[in-house]
């Protein structure tokens, strides 16, 4: 049992014989959102009671899940009843499996609410109930939590609003009834009849994910839930980028390359905190990024040791124009690439900044990582490709133009470069290797990090060279 005291049922007919009808039986009535369910009376009649099920509470719930020592993790649910509320807030529970190693329960509000977690074997719950007739009105707030030894998982919360309890027409139990008993059961919160909400819950066990394998195709499933059925991701572009970031690691770790297997991670961590706004506003909210993000990083520490990730800043960016063929950008502070006309981005690593992280050792994986910070929003219904490739001729920021790798007067509105011409259109020959690096997709309403995997060029970059973006 559940709760009790929670359903307000009434008498509408005592007297009134209901022929076409047997104990058990059940209606909605649409505008109310009540039930009338037939019972017997103590006179062997048939009659309505009408039952109000705890449904009609309206919430808010924000969620935060955190490590608290290693392989335990405290799970924060703040819940707000909103303004409009039929009902107050009697009790509230969430999913705990028994094996869980549950501890830790509190309920933080102006008056204190009961805390218990109740290993049912039909339903197992983490439960923060009302004591006495103190309920939480509109406006009030819940802050529950717990700690548990299980990773995240989809799962769901359950919400009780108030109401009194329930009232028969008989004085004692008649077997007849017993249909209606269950009924009653499942409509006003002993069985049902709450309203449930998908959340976050501790229900994965960490034994249970043996390698980052068996791990990152539980994300996946996550994943795949967050920008489907549960709707925790509502931004398309966001997603293709989460997936990509999946699908690499797991293309990764089938081939036995731990390095990349944590950069992909890594990628895929650094999107979700790109979009994930507490407040709500962002595209991802508290219940995917909480879900995905502790799941990832758990996966990311189960990988070997060895592969050490060095994080190198650009020596040189600028980017070229087509329509200003003599002008230099060096000094601009993006790189504008366009969905239509011709322009060039261009990227470069120290070398030697390069040789002196790798040491002695070799590089197994390299990532560049660009942040779309304005998207003009036209690429068309189904995007487009931008073409990534490695350069051959060497260029300056301050003297690049879309003539010059290195112009002398890049503000006469000529070409000053005898020695550093090259061709960025037309036929060629171009100062580029033909064969693109990567071409990511970029759709209308992409934003955030973006990454290339750019591990042959970077290895063949120790050598000196450079890296382009083919925008035209």
Excluded at 59 to 79: C, F, H, N
Excluded at 134 to 140: E, F, Q, S
Aim: proline share 7%; charged share 15%; aromatic share 6%.
């Amino acid at each position: 049992m559940r709760l009790l005291g929670l359903i307000g049922v009434w008498i509408l007919s005592m007297t009134a014989e209901l022929p076409a009808q047997k104990p058990g039986d059940v209606r909605l009535d649409p505008a109310s959102g009540d039930y009338f369910v037939t019972v017997m009376n103590d006179a062997g009649e048939l009659v309505e009671m009408r039952v109000v099920p705890p449904n009609k509470v309206v919430l808010d719930m924000a969620l935060r899940v955190e490590s608290v020592v290693q392989g335990r993790w405290r799970y924060s649910y703040s819940v707000t009843v909103l303004p409009g509320s039929i009902q107050p807030l009697s009790f509230f529970e969430v999913d705990c499996p028994a094996l869980a190693g549950i501890g830790g329960l509190s309920a933080t509000i102006p008056h204190p609410w009961a805390v218990r977690h109740s290993s049912e074997v039909s339903l197992p719950s983490c439960d923060f109930s009302q004591r006495g007739t103190l309920t939480l009105p509109v406006g009030g707030t819940l802050l529950a939590s717990l700690e548990a030894g299980y990773l995240p998982s989809r799962g769901a919360a359950r919400a009780f609003g108030a109401a009194e309890g329930v009232r028969w027409p008989t004085f004692d139990p008649i077997e007849e009834n017993a249909p209606a008993v269950a009924v009653v059961n499942r409509l006003e919160g002993f069985s049902g009849g709450w309203k449930e909400i998908p959340t976050v819950v501790p229900g994965r066990d960490p034994a249970t994910i043996t390698d980052a394998g068996v791990g990152l195709g539980l994300v996946r499933e996550d994943l795949d839930a967050s920008c489907g059925t549960l709707g925790w991701i509502g931004d398309a572009a966001v997603c293709t980028l989460l997936h990509g970031s999946i699908a690499e690691a797991q293309t990764a770790w089938g081939q036995g390359n731990v390095a990349s297997t944590r950069t992909a991670i890594d990628a895929f961590l650094a999107t979700l905190t790109a979009h994930h706004d507490s407040t709500g506003t962002g595209p991802i909210t508290d219940n995917a990024f909480w879900l995905l993000t502790v799941n990832a990083e758990f996966i990311r520490d189960l990988l070997p040791a060895g592969g050490a990730s060095v994080t190198l800043p650009l020596a040189a960016d600028t980017y070229l124009r087509s329509g200003s063929p003599n002008q230099n950008q060096g000094t601009e502070p993006i790189l504008r690439l366009r969905a239509s006309g011709n322009n060039r981005a261009l990227l470069r690593l120290d070398s030697a900044a390069v040789a002196t992280a790798v040491e002695s050792g070799t590089v197994t994986s390299a990532r560049l990582e660009l942040t779309i910070t304005l998207n003009a929003d036209n690429w068309g219904a189904t995007g487009r490709t931008i073409d990534l490739h490695r350069l051959t001729q060497a260029w300056t920021e301050a003297g690049a133009t879309w003539n010059c790798g290195d112009d002398l007067d890049p503000g006469n509105q000529k070409p000053d470069c005898p020695l550093s011409a090259w061709e960025m259109g037309g036929a060629g020959p171009h100062p580029w290797i033909a064969t693109p690096t990567a071409t990511p997709l970029i759709t209308n309403g992409l934003r955030g990090v973006i990454t290339f995997d750019v591990t042959s060029d970077i290895q063949a970059m120790l050598g000196g060279g450079g890296i382009t973006g083919d925008g035209s």
